[in-house]
């Protein structure tokens, strides 16, 4: 009897390690994370030329004075990327017109749009953007967060056509290493915002967690 009973425990045993093999398997078969798909919130500028503009507040462009031109850049790329035809206005073309006429964001985004003949506008309103810790000045962690508008420059006088609020955190845990410098500190987080602004105007595949 004692034989049996020790046989039907290893039989239970192998039973369970194995069904905790097959539940694995696929994953691990195949080597991927499981996804899902998330559709785009705005997927309406494939297609489309676009400007666009970049607003911060006077202490923002003090501590960061390319924060308009980095920003307009890097969320171009991530939108080139994922974002079927869509075609941009230089970014450096927008930025020399901030820089020559301060008072450009009272002017109607349909006008903008029209004098560097776009069909949208996308404009980001910096309201956060910092490389370190609010409440712990000596150490490192970015913090970007904005308001996303998109215009059409079809339409004068017109309101957005579609507007998110966007924030990105990097590292998103915990502030820096000890060493990483503040320069890639900002260059991460900035990739980090790009990535989240480009992610609303596409359908994408994300893991499951």
Known sequence: MKIKASGLLL???AVLAGGCKLVATPALMWGREPTKEVPAEWPHLQNKKVAIFVWADAETLIEHP???LE????????MQRN?????????????EFEQRQPKWVSTDPAEL???FGAERVLLIELSQFTTREP????????????????YNAEFKNSAPVYKASVE??????SPGKWGVSEREIRRATIET?????AALFYDRRVKVR
């Open 83 to 95: 974002v079927a035809g869509i075609s941009f206005v230089p970014n450096k073309r927008v930025y």
């Open 168 to 173: 990105a955190v990097y590292p998103p845990d």
């Open 193 to 197: 915002f790009a990535e989240k602004v």
């Open 113 to 115: 749009g029209d004098r």
């Open 66 to 68: 390319w924060a308009q």
């Open 11 to 13: 039989i239970g045993t």
């Open 135 to 150: 409440e712990s000045p000596h150490l490192y962690r970015g913090h970007l967060a904005a308001n996303v508008k998109v």
């Open 71 to 78: 920003v307009a850049e890097f969320v171009a790329k991530a």
